[in-house]
């Protein structure tokens, strides 16, 4: 059984500290400017390495023809573009 200093410990693990709304404001803003620029340059290396792989692969002409197909396509069957 636990007794009663183990109880009051787990409760003040629990308080809150208050900070000033000025730093809180910092924190967050920082935080927010950090994981921003980490997904942006995660997203970057990420389509750069895919990039370099479908260069290889030659997955790129197959996308551009298929977009020239969907955009021929439109053109053809819209009646706004005749």
Not at 19 to 34: T, Y
Not at 56 to 75: A, K, R, T
Not at 77 to 82: G, V
């Amino acid at each position: 059984m636990k007794d009663e200093n183990d109880l009051g410990q787990n409760r003040n693990k629990y308080l809150q500290f208050s900070l000033p709304r000025k730093q809180i404001f910092i924190n967050n803003l920082l935080g927010g400017f950090a994981w921003g620029a980490g997904a942006t340059l995660g997203l970057a290396f990420l389509f750069a390495i895919l990039g370099f792989v479908a260069h290889f692969i030659d997955f790129v002409p197959f996308i551009g023809s298929f977009i020239s197909g969907v955009i021929d396509y439109i053109l053809k069957t819209n009646p706004r573009f005749h």
